[in-house]
């Protein structure tokens, strides 16, 4: 379980890009975060990775704190970020294997090999990083970071980049991972993907979390896309798209 509890962070003394934010994550959720570009989902995100250092609030997985367990926490999760940076000079193979052993998770060929063949990735694993595109590179790192296995899974707008079948096999593979009781929370702006695919939305506007819970709870009889423009007055969303 990710409880984060009346997290604040500020880069710029006085203008606070996170206010006051609390969101608990069950185990077994597949939670949305959505707002507009600026919102605070990324700065929420590398804080519950334990990468980015703030001074209000408490974020614990599993009831132990970022803080003070950081190693420990970083060892059951995984996080998929939004510009994927890999090792050029390795090969592809060589950084989903460099990966699985810092987890210490043994190498399964069979698991990746069928993995890596649905996101059409796998004709491409001896070749180096370097000359992948944006969508290979970000193709590898999922690879890499179910390959391990984490109880939890973050990804920041893990759909940018990825090809359409790619994108249908992600989605398929984060049902499937989440229905094991694994937890993923992950950003993304394709409000009807995750209108379809989460049972858990939180919404995020200018650093204030300003709803969250059950998507149906959250949506009831309307669109995702619905709610999101109500909040976000139409006007304001349309121009930041
Ligand atoms: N390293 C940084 N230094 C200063 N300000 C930052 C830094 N990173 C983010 N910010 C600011 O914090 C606020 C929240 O940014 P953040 O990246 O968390 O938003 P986001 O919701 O992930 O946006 P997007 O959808 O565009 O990825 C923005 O005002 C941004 O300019």
Request: charged share 10%.
């Given at each position: 379980m990710i409880e984060i509890k009346n997290f604040s962070k500020s880069y710029v003394k006085g203008v606070k890009a996170v206010d006051d934010l609390s969101l608990t994550i069950e185990d077994g959720d597949l939670c949305a975060f959505v707002g507009l570009n600026g919102a605070g989902k990324s700065t929420t995100i590398k804080a519950l990775m334990g990468i980015l250092p703030f001074e209000d609030g408490e974020i614990l997985v599993d009831g132990k704190n970022i803080k003070s367990n950081p190693v420990e926490i970083k060892k059951m999760m995984a996080y998929v970020p939004d510009n994927p940076e890999v090792y050029a000079f390795m090969k592809g193979i060589d950084y989903i294997k460099f990966i699985l052993s810092i987890y210490g998770v043994p190498f399964n060929e069979g698991e990746m090999e069928a993995f890596a063949k649905e996101l059409e990735i796998y004709n491409a694993?001896?070749?180096?990083?370097?000359?992948?595109?944006h969508g290979m590179k970000q193709k590898i790192v999922l690879l890499a970071a179910f390959l391990h296995h984490p109880k939890i899974l973050v990804l920041d707008e893990p759909f940018v980049g990825l090809d359409p079948k790619a994108t249908h096999i992600l989605k398929e593979k984060m049902k499937e991972y989440t229905q094991a009781g694994n937890t993923i929370f992950f950003s993304t702006h394709v409000l009807e993907v995750a209108e379809k695919l989460c049972n858990k939305v939180a919404i995020i506007k200018q650093g204030k979390l300003v709803a969250s819970g059950a998507m149906e709870e959250v949506i009831k009889d309307h669109s995702l896309e619905d709610v999101f423009l109500e909040i976000f007055d139409e006007k304001e969303a349309l121009s930041n798209e």
């Open positions: 694993l001896g070749d180096l990083v370097s000359s992948y595109s």
